[in-house]
């Protein structure tokens, strides 16, 4: 164990030479260049990483638990199967990020920017994502529930087969969205716009649609 921890330390002070021995030690890399650094594998659990450029750095199958990235800048990054529970991603910038099947749990992420962001099998099972845009981002099985998505951009997003249940999705942009085959039950769409919005086979048991009506189970909603 303490061999895999020197291991690591001694990673960390390769790749952070731009910082000090005591910012590494109070975990402090807040406005921090690591752009197209590789970082995977890396435990960062409760860094603060705010303001950090992450441009196009790997963090695959890293450990964020904790971590502070807000306003930090991830255009590109590849944080597939990364473990982010709680992390915070406050406005971050996140697009074309692939977060494919990472853990993203209970994570902070409003007003992030998840344009064309991949985030195939990844779970935000009840993360805070109100206001985040994720335009045209592929959610494709996605777990997404009881997850905040109030405001939420979901426009021409692909969400098939990605799990809502119980989610808030008030107000949410969803025009020209993929739901087929998602799992929408007791998922809040009050004032939702679905325009153009794809929902075959979607499961909709007792989905507030976004007139504020209760949709029952035997009846089909097709685009």
């Given amino acids: 164990m303490s061999n895999q921890l020197d291991k690591q330390e001694s990673l960390l ?3 952070f030479n731009q910082v000090t021995d005591k910012s590494i030690q109070h975990k ?16 960062l659990s409760g860094f603060n990483l705010v303001g950090a450029n992450l441009n196009k750095a790997n963090l695959s199958d890293s450990i964020l638990t904790g971590a502070n990235l807000s306003g930090a800048s991830l255009v590109k990054v590849k944080l597939r199967q990364a473990y982010l529970h709680e992390a ?3 406005e971050a910038n996140l697009i074309d990020a ?3 099947r990472a853990n993203l749990c209970g994570a902070f992420l409003w007003r992030a920017k998840l344009k064309r ?6 779970s935000l099972c009840g993360a805070d994502l109100r206001k985040a845009d994720f335009s045209e981002a592929l959610l494709v099985e996605a777990s997404l529930i ?5 405001k ?9 087969g990605a799990n809502f249940v119980e989610a808030n999705l008030n107000q949410a942009n969803l025009t020209g969205a993929d739901l087929a085959w998602a799992n929408l039950i007791q998922a809040n ?33 097709f685009d």
């Fill in 117 to 122: 962001a991949k985030c195939w099998e990844t």
């Fill in 88 to 90: 915070c991603l406050c």
């Fill in 152 to 160: 939420t951009n979901f426009s021409n997003a692909k969400l098939s």
């Fill in 13 to 15: 002070r390769k790749i």
């Fill in 189 to 221: 769409l009050f004032e939702a716009n679905i325009s153009g919005a794809n929902f075959y086979n979607a499961k909709l048991t007792d989905t507030i649609m976004p007139d504020g009506t209760i949709h029952q189970p035997h009846i089909l909603f």
């Fill in 146 to 150: 009881e997850a905040n998505l109030i």
């Fill in 98 to 100: 692939d977060l494919s």
């Fill in 28 to 43: 402090n890399l807040s406005g921090c260049d690591l752009s197209g650094i590789d970082l995977s594998g890396i435990d």
